[in-house]
């Protein structure tokens, strides 16, 4: 390694003014600039909750699909996280990336967020320590990890409008803690959210961002959502340092101007600068630095990482329900196995968001890793069960370009040119773009998008044929025009691209018969440009019933639901966490063929199971990333055990929930205070039963907690509690202790371990809780402060199930 970096206000002096202003903006929307006179490269800045996304969204540039954020969740493990964090670190590093922003640690307070499925729980604890795990093992490959959103973008309607009205002290203890967490675990980077809290924008908030910087001493650099900021002066005196993605609007130029006429401080230009060189220090980006990476020899390359990932899906899922033993499946003892869905056919190994990635090789379903585990020795038949009712991208459809190549033609136009600037092939039909489309210069310019396919339909009827994006939309077939999508209002541009949505229409065609399908899509220019083209083939009538006589005819029946991308989807909540109507008239007909269904979950959220008790088994699975149909197929095999518990609660009812109802008020604003606590903590203040509990999960052996006490030492107080395996097989048990304050009415997570262990045998786990468990914000004294009296300390397996209560003075 070389030496270290010169300090970085050694580096300004040698800047003028307007340079160093020039550098608090991005370059590009994925990168830095670079001052060559200080020796500054640009950094690689790359979306990556899910994995790392194409920092042009080109669909051809795959990557490691991670297991989504309730997935780690439902780890309860640091050790399974830091090595996701580990997988993605390294490939960040082989690719040259400076940062990516993830990890997600806003909370899944409703459950019902378009993008719960990035968060880590519903419980600040649990997500800030898992998330400060996917820091460590990013950031050990000396990529910079990027928390966000900071803070209480809970919620994905009117998200970039809307405020979070909420307490100091829930914002301290319940929001805040997850990003003080991660700032505890050393990361470089933090991104604010577009909402406001308490009405100032979280971008422009001084009071949020003295916090991060003063009292938690955060020293790395804090950079803005996309097109988050609305001007200079507030942002920049408000500690705000990077605004994202260049060019630049309100930083840049107007932010030297406003240090020229005395608006910003200097001193305030400077401080951002030297971050910026900081973070350019850490990642080898300054002349006389090398990257810091502390971990070189876990360093995992592209063949070790399936593996990897195949492991932490496994260990993500979590088996909530398993009557009369049925699962772990032992493949000799069937002689039939069924295996239906339609998410085990066509599965979601990702929520819809900006960031998404296309895996890296080739990936499986998990009906045909099912077939491949258990189809040596059984019979195994697929049957879907219901229908798609949405159009999908036509990457799955038999499409070539007029040439015959396989894939769609895109062309790019700009003004009322009639020759494109730009001819490429696409594997794909669903684009997006940031402020630049390579090879054919900025979005804000005035143009148009061409899309051609020569569609080859598989089966003859009625199709449904659509496209949407960033402006006005045609669609044609052979020539004939079959929808037509008007462009979206201004204010919504990003927000009608993160929804996808389409406008549709049906056209009938001929199995093996050719036609051509051409899309078009004119923009006035914006700050995003996106095209979505999908198509939907005529769908069996008889899908239900082919379901039904499999699962008749089967030992046993394995039923993946779950969600679609349509269900998953940034800038969009949900208006419930059931599942769709069709999918549940699916589980209870297979239900009521056989006793011996096990139902898999195939969703990033708490969905709602009201049949939990017609099925045997009830497995959630997540959205496991790209290892989903291995993890799955050892799970139910059991070549692995599931060892997940729940990160998240399922309600008996929606209306369970305190934040069931709320809505944003005629100022858009969302009244946190007025629903907390939410979660496990509502319901144990109402003393309303879970279906399944937070904390919860049984694996595939049975445990005993036989004795737990509490120790006092120098690192403060643990909890030791004695823990037996008193089942058949070796697993994974979780030991979780809850803190009731005197005069709570209710008890939230203080500290958990995990022990693994054969079967028959007992050990000691030892739970350390430092002070901040029992410590409470008091708003009065603005400070942290421990209540005095005695504390409950609540001790066992899930937020439900708590045998041990052991009294204590912190």
């Known amino acids: 390694m070389t030496a ?7 580096t300004l002096r040698q800047l003028s003014l307007g340079r160093r202003a020039g550098l608090t903006a991005g370059e590009t929307g994925w990168s830095t600039r670079a001052a060559p006179e200080i020796g500054l490269s640009p950094m690689l800045l790359g979306d990556g909750p899910l994995g790392l996304v194409s920092p042009t969204f080109d669909e051809r540039e795959t990557a490691f699909l991670l297991p989504c954020g309730t997935a780690l969740g439902a780890t309860w493990d640091p050790d399974v996280v830091r090595a996701v964090g580990l997988v993605q670190g390294s490939q960040a590093l082989r690719r040259g990336y400076g940062g990516v922003y993830a990890p997600n640690l806003n909370l899944a307070r409703t459950g019902l967020s378009g993008r719960t499925f990035e968060m880590y ?10 998330g400060a795990a ?59 959210a577009y909402n406001g809290v308490n009405g100032v924008p979280c971008a422009a908030h001084a009071d949020l961002l003295r916090i991060v910087k003063e009292e938690w001493g955060f020293d790395g650099l804090v950079l803005s959502d996309y097109f988050a900021l609305k001007d200079t002066v507030g942002p920049a005196l408000a500690g705000l340092d990077l605004e994202m993605p260049g060019p630049a609007i309100f930083f840049g130029e107007r932010l030297a101007a406003a240090v020229d006429d005395g608006s910003v401080p200097e001193e305030r230009l400077d401080d951002a600068v030297a971050r910026l060189l900081r973070l350019a220090g850490r990642t080898g980006a300054l002349a006389g630095t090398e990257r810091r990476v502390t971990a070189p020899d876990e360093h995992v390359g592209e063949d070790r990482a399936p593996a990897v990932l195949a ?14 033993g049925l699962l772990p499946l032992d493949p000799g003892a069937l002689d039939r196995l069924a295996v239906i869905g339609p998410n085990a056919v066509r599965p979601t190994f990702q929520g819809a968001t900006f960031g998404r990635v296309r895996p890296a090789g080739e990936v499986t379903t998990p009906a045909q890793a099912v077939r491949d585990r258990f189809g040596p020795h059984c019979d195994v038949r697929v049957e879907a069960g219901v229908v798609r009712t949405l159009p999908e991208t036509l990457a799955g459809f038999r499409v070539t370009t007029p040439d015959g190549e396989p894939g769609v033609l895109l062309e790019h136009f700009r003004g009322d040119a009639t020759r494109p600037v730009l001819t490429e092939t696409r594997v794909d039909s669903a684009f997006v773009w940031f402020g630049t489309v390579p090879g054919a210069g900025p979005t804000t310019q005035p143009g148009r998008l061409r899309l051609t396919a020569v569609l080859t339909p598989e089966a003859g009827g009625r199709y449904t044929v659509g496209g949407g994006g960033s402006g006005e939309t045609t669609v044609r077939v052979d020539g004939a025009l079959v929808a037509h999508r008007p462009a979206p209002a201004p204010a919504d541009v990003m927000g009608q691209v993160a929804r996808a949505g389409m406008s549709t229409g049906e056209v009938e065609l001929t199995a093996g018969v050719p036609v051509e399908v051409t899309v078009e899509m004119t923009s006035a220019g914006s700050r995003v440009q996106a095209l979505t083209v999908g198509c939907l083939p005529p769908q069996p009538e008889d899908a239900l019933d082919r379901a039904v006589r499999a699962a008749t005819a089967a030992d046993a029946a394995v039923v993946v639901v779950g969600d679609v991308l349509e269900t998953a989807r940034e800038s969009r909540d949900l208006p419930s966490s059931a599942l769709p109507d069709e999918q549940v008239r699916l589980i209870r007909a297979v239900a009521a063929a056989n006793p011996r269904t096990v139902v898999v979950v195939n969703a990033g959220r708490p969905v709602d199971a009201p049949w939990a008790d017609d099925v045997a088994a009830v497995l959630y699975a997540w959205l496991p990333g790209q290892e989903f149909g291995p993890a799955l197929a050892a799970v139910l095999s059991g070549d692995a055990e599931p060892a997940g518990r729940m990160p998240v609660t399922v309600t008996c009812r929606d209306e369970d929930r305190s934040t069931w109802g709320e809505r944003l008020d005629t100022d858009l604003a969302l009244d946190y205070t007025a629903t907390e606590p939410t979660g496990y903590r509502h319901l144990w203040r109402t003393g309303t039963a879970p279906r399944f509990a937070f904390g919860s999960g049984l694996g595939y052996t049975t445990w005993e907690l036989r004795a737990a006490r509490v120790e006092r030492g120098a690192d403060g107080v643990a909890v030791v509690a004695t823990v037996a395996n008193t089942g058949p097989r070796p697993g994974r048990e979780v030991v979780q202790v809850y803190a009731q304050a005197p005069g709570e009415s209710d008890a939230r997570l203080a500290g958990f371990a995990g022990v693994r262990l054969a079967p028959t045998k007992c050990a000691e786990v030892r739970v350390r809780l430092d002070e901040r468990a029992f410590s409470r914000w008091d708003t009065a004294g603005s400070a942290w402060t421990i209540p005095a009296g005695t504390h409950r300390l609540l001790v066992g397996r899930s937020s439900v199930e708590l045998p041990f209560a052991l009294d204590v003075v912190p």
């Open 121 to 130: 729980s519903e419980d600040p604890l649990l997500a800030g320590v898992l």
């Open 4 to 10: 270290a970096a010169p300090e970085p206000t050694e």
């Open 134 to 192: 996917l820091v460590r093992g990013l950031q050990s490959q000396g990529v910079a990890a990027c928390p966000k959103h900071l803070v209480c973008n809970d919620t994905e309607t009117e998200r970039q409008r809307m405020n979070a009205t909420v307490d100091e002290a829930t914002l301290r203890e319940m929001y805040l803690r997850p990003f003080e967490m991660a700032v505890e675990g050393g990361a470089w980077m933090l991104m604010t």
């Open 311 to 324: 492991t932490a899906a496994a260990a993500s899922a979590t088996l909530v329900r398993n009557r009369g």
